[in-house]
């Protein structure tokens, strides 16, 4: 389950002496989620099938042989702050449009990327994360042109975003050439859609 999206799901008690369990409902880590107070819920059933919910953010579920006992957290445990900075971040992504012919980037773009980069922790992903930069080129021209286009798309924008910090690992840098372009336009079809680079964490 992560944590980083609305919590919710139903836990079985397998039935306990003493509190010796919990269950914690976490704030989203995502500031447009907090804003927006998506919490979400998480149901715990009891082994006699009773039915205790817990729907706001900090509120606790302790478990043990009866109902469970539900408490409201006055701050965040550490532990979970731990537990959350660990976590995979969401998929988050961004699209980098070229003109024809075009792979060096310009200032521009330049600034979109690097502010996309530093935008909401984006330059420091959690463990677990990739970042895929696949850059395309439209169906005009031939298709190793094409392919040499993209290719140089990828490294340029790959090259920008480690210097604003990210980790691109060297193959995660891919040149797709005109093939989508082709298989959506038809061949020799100039197609401003196609000239793009996207990078993706995920």
Same mark, same amino acid.
């Given at each position: 389950m992560k944590a980083?999206?609305?919590l919710a799901?139903?836990l079985?008690?397998?039935?306990?002496a003493?509190?010796?369990?919990r269950?914690?409902?976490?704030?989203p880590?995502? $500031?447009?989620?907090?804003?927006?107070g998506?919490?979400?819920?998480?149901a715990?059933?009891?082994e006699d099938?009773?039915?205790?919910?817990?729907?706001?953010?900090?509120?606790?579920?302790q478990?043990?042989s009866g109902?469970?006992r539900i408490? =409201?957290?006055?701050?965040?445990d550490?532990?979970?702050?731990?537990?959350?900075?660990?976590l995979?971040? +969401?998929?988050s992504?961004?699209?980098?449009?070229f003109?024809?012919?075009?792979s060096?980037?310009?200032?521009?773009?330049?600034?979109?990327?690097?502010?996309?980069?530093?935008?909401?922790g984006?330059?420091?992903?959690?463990p677990?994360?990739?970042i895929?930069?696949?850059?395309?080129?439209?169906?005009?021209?031939? +298709?190793?042109e094409?392919? $040499?286009l993209? =290719?140089?798309?990828a490294?340029?924008?790959?090259? =920008?975003?480690?210097a604003?910090?990210?980790?691109?690992?060297?193959?995660?840098?891919?040149?797709m050439?005109?093939y989508?372009?082709?298989?959506?336009t038809?061949d020799?079809?100039?197609?401003?859609?196609?000239?793009?680079?996207?990078?993706?964490?995920?």
């Amino acid at each position: 389950m992560k944590a980083a999206l609305a919590l919710a799901g139903m836990l079985v008690l397998a039935g306990c002496a003493t509190y010796s369990e919990r269950v914690t409902l976490l704030e989203p880590v995502q $500031a447009e989620k907090r804003a927006g107070g998506e919490i979400g819920a998480v149901a715990i059933l009891a082994e006699d099938g009773s039915e205790t919910l817990i729907d706001a953010a900090g509120e606790q579920a302790q478990l043990g042989s009866g109902a469970p006992r539900i408490v =409201q957290l006055a701050a965040a445990d550490p532990l979970h702050t731990a537990i959350m900075a660990d976590l995979p971040r +969401e998929r988050s992504s961004v699209s980098i449009a070229f003109r024809t012919g075009q792979s060096a980037l310009d200032p521009e773009q330049i600034t979109q990327l690097t502010q996309w980069a530093l935008s909401d922790g984006e330059a420091g992903p959690r463990p677990g994360s990739e970042i895929v930069v696949r850059a395309y080129a439209d169906a005009f021209g031939s +298709e190793e042109e094409n392919l $040499a286009l993209s =290719q140089e798309r990828a490294r340029a924008v790959a090259a =920008q975003l480690r210097a604003a910090g990210l980790d691109i690992e060297k193959g995660a840098a891919q040149g797709m050439g005109e093939y989508a372009a082709q298989a959506d336009t038809g061949d020799e079809v100039r197609s401003p859609k196609w000239r793009r680079v996207d990078v993706i964490i995920r």
